[in-house]
């Protein structure tokens, strides 16, 4: 069974700065797809950045990048220039692909990182 | 694109009653999920529907849990004779085979049930 472990319950950060949050996770996986989700109070998750294993190329979405490190199984999400609007649960999910088209491809969770941004 | 709408947004009911949640997905996807989050916990998987097929279900769902997405479209989550542990947000959220790996899941805005 996959696990994902994000090791940091609470972060902050000042506006304008940047900031890291750290996850890795256990698998036994060669092909997989890693996700940063974002869930702003109150409101629904959406994502924030994908990733697939066998790319070697780190993923980035504007301000938001991943160093993804496959042999060390760390996936961990940079978000450069922090505005106030990043203020939210991050979550860290795995993905594993099935080789059946009914696989059910659910995504395992992290416990999430609290993040504020101080103006 | 209207998104994934979930209702009741929020439910309070007593031990022992039975609730009953509603998603409904992005009307072109043909995958739905649920997932129950607790304080503190990352979502964990329930169920997942493949059409109007239930093709998985997590241990987690006990069976007073009981899911149904007739026709393959909007799904329902009932919980039986409620616990205080049944206590959490229900996310439901939906893909497609295309997106799936692209785009992940859409979340919808989740059912906050409190067991009193």
């Known amino acids: 069974a996959q696990t994902v472990t994000q090791s940091q319950p609470e972060m902050s950060v000042q506006e304008a700065e940047t900031v890291t949050l750290s996850c890795t996770y256990d698998?036994?996986?060669?092909?997989?797809?890693l996700f940063w989700y974002k869930q702003p109070p109150s409101r629904q998750m959406i994502l924030v950045i994908r990733?697939?294993?066998?790319?070697?190329q780190n993923a980035t979405e504007n301000r938001f990048s991943v160093n993804f490190q496959k042999a060390a199984k760390s996936f961990s999400l940079k978000i450069s220039d922090s505005q106030l609007g990043d203020t939210a649960m991050y979550f860290c999910?795995?993905?594993?692909?099935?080789?059946?088209?009914?696989?059910?491809?659910?995504?395992?969770f992290g416990k999430g990182t609290k993040l504020s941004v101080i103006p | 694109d209207t998104g994934v709408s979930q209702d009741p947004r929020h439910k309070i009911t007593k031990r022992g009653q039975n609730v009953t949640f509603r998603c409904d997905p992005i009307?072109?996807?043909?995958?739905l999920y649920w997932y129950r989050q607790t304080l503190g916990q990352g979502p964990e998987f329930l169920t997942y529907?493949?059409?109007?097929?239930?093709?998985?279900k997590s241990r987690l769902l006990s069976d007073r849990f009981s899911a149904e997405r007739p026709k393959g479209s909007f799904s329902t989550l009932e919980i039986q004779r409620t616990e205080q542990g049944d206590s959490a947000m229900y996310l439901c959220?939906?893909?497609?085979?295309?997106?799936?790996?692209?785009?992940?899941?859409?979340f919808g805005s989740g059912t906050r049930l409190t067991v009193v």
């Open positions: 009307s072109e996807h043909n995958r």
């Open positions: 999910a795995f993905m594993k692909p099935v080789s059946s088209g009914a696989g059910s491809y659910q995504l395992t």
């Open positions: 990733q697939e294993a066998y790319k070697q």
């Open positions: 529907f493949q059409n109007e097929a239930q093709l998985e």
């Open positions: 959220a939906s893909s497609s085979d295309g997106r799936i790996f692209n785009y992940g899941y859409t």
């Open positions: 698998t036994s996986e060669n092909n997989y797809y």
